[in-house]
């Protein structure tokens, strides 16, 4: 699979899922997510465990988290707590990671992935991974950025 | 539609799950919540589950576990179940579909796609 293809269906998938949970028009980022603050960011993965092993990561910027968590739970971030806040950052990794692996993948072949777990933010992915940074609405700055493994990016450039 | 069971490891989905519900006309429903297979089988057998709304991917006990203890048990025969999971392609929609599941809806989805499938497979929805 040719690296544009990958560009193209991944922000379909992550424009898809963000407007369907979120109502956020999301667009490519022109400049990357800015980790300089790490404690700014918050981070979850999710293992493909079949049809080949890798992981996908989503790194997010708190504040358009938080904002997000306070449009879906129609409540202050402050009252929301911290754990449904990373379990929303995770359902939507969830969602990106199925509805990708869908689109990459033949119709007939059966793919299983893990549960998405809470990380520390990396600056880059090891290796050959990718990452695609993404802006929401109006924002300047990337709001947030999807990491693909080193083995995942490898096997899907070979499809 | 009396009493529905919205099976899911996240807040986030079971709470999206409900709204969704809520926005086509269930607003007067009951919503019962479980976190995973093991849960929603305790919530089943206190009985009154009309429509069963699961998940695939959960710990403790997962979607497609559920379904098996469904069908093997024959006590849940007339609890209607759609899947709703990220996992949805087509190839483990079969046999989610031959483990009992009236349909499976891929993440993400819209309201109006839980109306269809509603419609189509529980017309007195």
Redesign the interface.
């Known amino acids: 699979m040719e690296r544009a293809v990958m560009d193209s269906i991944l922000i379909e998938v992550v424009a898809g899922v963000l407007e369907s949970l979120a109502f956020a028009e999301v667009f490519a980022a022109n400049r990357p997510l800015d980790f300089s603050h790490a404690e700014k960011v918050n981070s979850v993965a999710i293992e493909i465990l079949a049809p080949f092993a890798g992981q996908l990561e989503l790194h997010m910027r708190r504040a358009y988290l938080c904002e997000m968590a306070e449009a879906l739970f129609t409540e202050p971030a402050a009252g929301i707590g911290r754990e449904k806040i990373i379990d929303l950052l995770a359902e939507l990794l969830n969602t990106m990671a199925g509805s990708f692996l869908s689109m990459v993948l033949a119709a007939d072949v059966k793919f299983r992935l893990g549960v998405p777990r809470e990380i520390d933010w990396r600056p880059a992915p090891p290796g050959d991974g990718a990452q695609w940074h993404f802006r929401v609405d109006d924002d300047a700055a990337a709001s947030f950025c999807l990491c693909l493994s080193p083995d995942c990016y490898k096997t899907l450039r070979g499809l | 539609m009396r009493r529905i069971l919205v099976v899911d490891?996240?807040?986030?989905?079971r709470?999206?799950v409900k709204r969704c519900l809520e926005a086509i006309g269930f607003n007067e429903a009951e919503f019962l919540a479980a976190a995973n297979g093991r849960q929603a089988l305790e919530c089943l057998r206190n009985g009154g589950v009309d429509l069963l709304v699961t998940d695939l991917?959960?710990?403790v006990m997962d979607g497609e576990e559920l379904l098996r203890a469904m069908q093997e048990s024959r006590r849940y025969l007339g609890t209607r179940i759609i899947v709703i999971?990220?996992?949805?392609?087509?190839?483990?929609k079969q046999e989610l579909l031959a483990l009992g599941a009236l349909a499976v809806l891929?993440?993400?989805?819209?309201p109006t796609d839980l109306y269809k499938v509603l419609r189509a497979f529980i017309p007195e929805a």
């Open positions: 490891d996240s807040d986030t989905a709470m999206f991917t959960m710990p999971s990220s996992a949805g392609n087509m190839a483990r891929a993440k993400p989805f819209a």
